[in-house]
């Protein structure tokens, strides 16, 4: 129904930056919000940032004055710019969103596949 794609991971250097994208595609209706996770390996999936419909953002501590999030509603598109980047924010970095499908009346969540961010010298 909706197919989320990531992309922009890769290896940097500490103190270097990235940029993530999550392209959604599929029987959109409604985007409730839209949101990055990452999960580092041993260790569970948790939020890094989200952003809602109406514009408001929520950022974990850790990253807090060094990510920022954002959305282009016209596209589906939502970005992660990550500056400063440190060894322990290595992780699979995952998007999700929560989507009104066409024709169904609930939200569904749905997740993207990863995309690998390495932060080593």
């Known amino acids: 129904q909706v197919h989320l794609v990531e992309s922009g991971g890769g290896l940097v250097q500490p103190g270097g930056s990235l940029r993530l994208s999550c392209a959604a595609s599929?029987?959109?209706?409604?985007?409730?919000?839209m949101g990055w996770y990452r999960q580092a390996p041993g260790t569970g999936r948790d939020l890094v940032a989200r952003?809602?419909?109406?514009?408001?953002?929520y950022y974990a501590d850790s990253v807090k004055g060094r990510f920022t999030i954002s959305r282009d509603n016209a596209k589906n598109t939502v970005y992660l710019q990550m500056n400063s980047l440190k060894p322990e924010d290595t992780a699979v970095y995952y998007c999700?969103?929560?989507?009104?499908?066409?024709?169904?009346?609930?939200?569904?969540?749905?997740w993207g596949e990863g995309t690998l961010v390495t932060v080593s010298s």
């Open positions: 599929g029987s959109i209706g409604v985007i409730n919000d």
């Open positions: 999700k969103f929560t989507v009104r499908v066409i024709g169904v009346a609930w939200s569904q969540e749905f």
């Open positions: 952003i809602i419909n109406a514009g408001s953002t």
